[in-house]
């Protein structure tokens, strides 16, 4: 009985491609088919059986037993004559069963057999990274440094496949070391030249969203929901958030006890800035959300062309747009809103008096009551109304307005 164990042969393409042992028997039978083909035409009277436990293969050959005088296909027919030498028992119209020795095919053919194979694993190793990785997509992997070049690194994963991160998905700042265990997001798996490439990114929005998720059970659990992440790497992000249980602070459980859930993240993102606001379908309330850290006086919305005109503080209008106008594009792309910022310029006077400038005309504990109240210049007493002096001092109606006249007269003629 002719068999031929193959796994010797053949194992290193089971130990190095790390196929499983049932899918490479089946491998192996299909590349003996393929030989049968070429060596009798048909492979359709044959039956390969690889045992997947000792890893022996065995074909036998089905021909039909017919009269000597009426063989036509030496493949498919065997003579009366020759099948009783098989077998006495035999008779015309049975089908004889025989194994065909693998060495029959040469070594030449056996060669063909294991290049064949080569080709057949390499094929099957690249669909099964594909989909592997294809499943992954959005997920954060860990890798090791492995080379390093101007445009992009080499990373392995823990299976020794190669995974690609370009410079265009490294933080400004990322510094890398041969050997370095790197973790980022699988950005996305393309084919190039028929081989699959694994393109990892540390800029992408989802790698911030992946760190949130493992830094806050509770967006892990779904109580807290990131609404939207936008980001300058290595600069500033920004991530709205909205909890659906009311006794939960989305900003605070992402920030935790003192920042120690985002000061972890920040690291990571070689400390980058990240401002965490509260999710509002409210527009007005979210673009001022979205402008922190500064604050806005006010704002004059065009829904229609979703443009927002703000005006804020002239010391706030710098923290506004952020350094190289990181913080208002920022705002912007979370907000879905062009957004222009103003200096809030309100009317002044360019000079203040001080109220003891007019003892000659006011009584002194006129001076001294307001004084009480903190109105000790001129304009602090102007910039508010009759009513709410009355309010606030002992003084009469009529002695607030004469007070008032006699300040107001002063700037007219100045």
């Avoid at 990785?133 to 492995?146: F, K, L, Q, W």
């Avoid at 106008?325 to 979370?334: D, H, M, P, T």
């Amino acid at each position: 009985m002719a068999s031929i164990n193959l796994i010797d042969s053949f194992q290193e393409f089971k130990d190095a491609e790390n196929i499983d042992r049932p899918t490479l028997m089946k491998v192996i039978e299909d590349v003996f088919k393929t030989l049968l083909r070429k060596k009798y035409g048909t492979d359709e009277n044959f039956d390969v059986i690889v045992n997947d436990q000792t890893g022996d293969l065995e074909i036998f050959r089905r021909r039909s037993i017919i009269e000597d005088d009426m063989v036509e296909d030496d493949n498919l027919q065997i003579p009366y004559s020759e099948a009783v030498r098989i077998e006495p028992d035999y008779n015309v119209g049975e089908e004889v069963y025989e194994e065909v020795d693998v060495r029959d095919f040469g070594r030449r053919a056996i060669l063909a057999a294991k290049q064949t194979l080569a080709a057949r694993i390499g094929d099957l190793k690249k669909n099964n990274l594909l989909k592997k990785y294809a499943d992954r997509v959005g997920e954060i992997i860990p890798g090791e440094v492995y080379q390093i070049w101007k445009k992009e690194i080499l990373l392995l994963d823990d299976e020794g496949n190669e995974l690609i991160m370009p410079k265009s998905e490294q933080i400004p700042t990322d510094f890398f070391k041969k050997g370095e265990s790197v973790r980022a997001v699988v950005k996305k798996v393309e084919m190039r030249n028929n081989s699959p490439i694994i393109i990892l990114s540390r800029t992408h929005p989802s790698f911030l969203e992946k760190l949130l998720e493992i830094e806050v059970p509770e967006i892990m659990d779904g109580l807290i929901v990131i609404k939207k992440i936008v980001r300058e790497p290595g600069e500033r992000a920004k991530v709205a958030v909205e909890s659906y249980d009311d006794r939960i602070d989305p900003v605070g459980a992402c920030v935790g006890m003192k920042g120690s859930r985002i000061h972890g993240i920040v690291r990571e993102l070689r400390n980058e800035n990240i401002d965490i606001i509260n999710y509002t379908a409210n527009t007005q309330l979210l673009i001022q959300r979205s402008l922190t850290p500064s604050r806005i006086n006010r704002m004059e919305l065009n829904n229609t062309e979703h443009h927002a005109d703000v005006y804020l503080e002239p010391d706030q209008v710098s923290l506004a747009i952020g350094k190289k106008g990181v913080n208002i594009k920022l705002a912007q792309e979370l907000t879905g809103y062009t957004i222009d910022v103003y200096r809030d310029v309100q009317e002044e006077v360019e000079y203040d008096i001080d109220l003891d400038e007019f003892a000659d005309e006011i009584e002194a504990w006129v001076i001294d009551e307001f004084k009480r109240v903190g109105c000790d210049t001129a304009l602090s007493i102007l910039d508010l109304s009759v009513e709410e002096l009355v309010r606030r001092t002992d003084l009469e109606e009529e002695t607030v307005k004469d007070v008032r006249r006699i300040l107001q007269a002063e700037f007219e003629n100045e």
